[in-house]
């Protein structure tokens, strides 16, 4: 399969990732195919993706001729088969259980052609074990998006031990077609790039609450309006470089041995998971939630990164 030849998108899954996937494709002009075994969940895919282009209006980004081309791109599938009739790339967006994963892929090959290209959408689970039972290996690239998919630009594009070049290199390509943000996982490993970065820092950020140096709030705050926020723009690896290599190596050597190493997830967790504790769905976690103040927190963060992508994306092409 050729990029150039890759028109219509399959996509698995109408939930929290899956009809954000496919809005992007179809925004950008592919013909997208959804399937969802949920009848009630397929339904509403495409009110709420009118939903999601509520801001993407506001800030202007988009038109409602826009959003409309987008809606008339999409089509709503009742089976895995009708959904896989002639398309050229898929991208799974199951819940995160490695045999049903396993299960969709294997069911798959038998109705696709033999240069489909699938793609599995996991935020850290093994892409070479999804795709243990296909009988073409190599055509099975691992896709994490970040949510809301529709929002953030990033995409991580791996390697499983079977991934072709080519299959890793179209679907790379892909996602630069559509305007994402795609980085290069070149080995498989849990968490890929961000899930391990996110996840050592919040390993740290939970023993802290554990041991009581600080509030949830003052941790939250502490990363929103410091190198959080700087992090919008400039990685860890160009920062150390701004502030010197040298400093880096002097910071770290004095403060790493006070880290948390702990190979265990947080008692910080673990205590609140006893407690039913949950978080949003159970309307406590670290935080005290409403359905009113996750609703703000959602509308905001959408309206704000949107705007700090567009301004970004501006001061780049400036500097070209």
């Avoid at 890759?6 to 996937?21: E, F, S, T, W």
């Avoid at 339904?43 to 001729?65: M, P, Q, R, S, Y």
């Avoid at 949830?216 to 410091?226: A, G, R, T």
Wanted: aromatic letters at 8%; one cysteine or more; hydrophobic letters at 40%.
């Amino acid at each position: 399969m050729e990029i150039n030849k890759i028109k219509n998108i399959g996509v698995i899954g109408a939930g929290l990732m899956g009809h954000g996937i496919a809005q992007e494709f179809a925004l950008h002009g592919y013909k997208v195919n959804i399937f969802v075994a949920n009848s009630a969940i397929l339904k509403g895919a495409k009110a709420k993706i009118k939903n999601n282009f509520k801001v993407f209006i506001d800030l202007e980004l988009v038109t409602e001729a826009d959003v409309e081309r987008c809606l008339g791109n999409i089509i709503l599938c009742d089976s895995l088969a009708a959904m896989a009739k002639d398309v050229h790339l898929v991208i799974e967006a199951a819940r995160e259980n490695m045999k049903i994963k396993q299960q969709i892929f294997k069911e798959l090959e038998s109705y696709i052609s033999d240069d489909t290209i699938l793609c599995t959408n996991t935020s850290s689970m093994s892409i070479t074990e999804i795709g243990e039972h296909l009988k073409r290996k190599e055509r099975l690239v691992g896709t994490h998006y970040w949510n809301p998919p529709h929002v953030v630009p990033c995409v991580e594009v791996t390697k499983s031990n079977f991934t072709s070049d080519h299959a890793f290199e179209i679907v790379y390509n892909v996602m630069k077609k559509i305007k994402k943000e795609p980085v290069r996982v070149l080995k498989d490993i849990p968490g890929f790039l961000g899930n391990r970065l996110q996840h050592a820092m919040w390993r740290e950020a939970f023993s802290m609450v554990e041991k009581n140096i600080a509030h949830p709030e003052d941790i939250d705050k502490v990363l929103k309006y410091s190198f959080g926020l700087r992090s919008a723009f400039i990685g860890p690896c160009e920062t150390s470089d701004i502030a010197g290599v040298d400093l880096t190596y002097v910071v770290q050597k004095y403060i790493f041995p006070s880290l948390d190493t702990s190979s265990e997830p947080s008692k910080a967790l673990t205590d609140r998971i006893d407690k039913g504790m949950l978080g949003v769905k159970t309307g406590q976690g670290f935080h005290k939630w409403t359905p009113e103040k996750l609703n703000l927190l959602v509308n905001q963060r959408d309206r704000i990164l949107l705007r700090i992508i567009k301004v970004i994306a501006e001061e780049v092409d400036r500097s070209k």
